[in-house]
C-alpha cells in the first residue's frame, strides 16, 4: 500500500507563489495516474490537477488553469503542484492521491491512499 506525504503549505501573499510536494513510500507511484485536491474551510473537497504514470498528459479545473502547473519526478516517487499568481481563494487544505477511477475523472471517489493534506493560507 501506497503512503503520501504532501509538503510546501504556508502563508503567502496575494500575487505569491508556492510548491507543494507529494512524497511516497511503500510502493513506486511510477505506476500511478496522480491528482491533487483542496479542501477550503467548510467546503466539499474539490479537484484541482491530475497528472498520468508518466507526466506527459496533465488536466486542471478551470479556476487555476494558467496559474497552477503538475509534474512529477518518477525516480523521486514525489509529485508536484507548483501554484503562482495565488489568489484568497486557493486559500484550502491540498491533498494528493492515487488516481484509481481512470483518466479524466474528477470525482473524489475516483482517488485514494489520500495524503493528510497541507495547508494553504492566501492573503488578501
Known amino acids: 500500500q501506497v503512503q503520501l506525504v504532501e509538503s510546501g503549505g504556508g502563508l503567502v501573499q496575494a500575487g505569491g507563489s508556492l510548491r507543494l510536494s507529494c512524497a511516497a513510500s511503500?510502493?513506486?507511484?511510477?505506476?500511478?495516474?496522480m491528482g491533487w485536491f483542496r479542501q477550503a474551510p467548510g467546503k466539499e473537497r474539490e479537484f484541482a490537477a491530475a497528472i498520468s504514470w508518466s507526466g506527459g498528459s496533465t488536466y486542471y479545473t478551470d479556476s487555476v488553469k494558467g496559474r497552477f502547473t503538475i509534474s512529477r519526478d518518477n525516480i523521486k516517487n514525489t509529485v508536484y503542484l507548483q501554484m503562482n499568481s495565488l489568489k484568497p481563494e486557493d486559500t484550502a487544505d491540498y491533498y494528493c492521491?492515487?488516481?484509481?477511477?481512470?483518466?479524466?475523472?474528477?470525482?473524489?471517489?475516483?482517488?485514494?491512499?489520500w495524503g493528510q493534506g497541507t495547508q494553504v493560507t492566501v492573503s488578501s
Open positions: 511503500g510502493r513506486t507511484l511510477s505506476r500511478y495516474n
Open positions: 492521491a492515487v488516481q484509481t477511477g481512470g483518466w479524466g475523472r474528477v470525482s473524489r471517489s475516483d482517488y485514494d491512499y
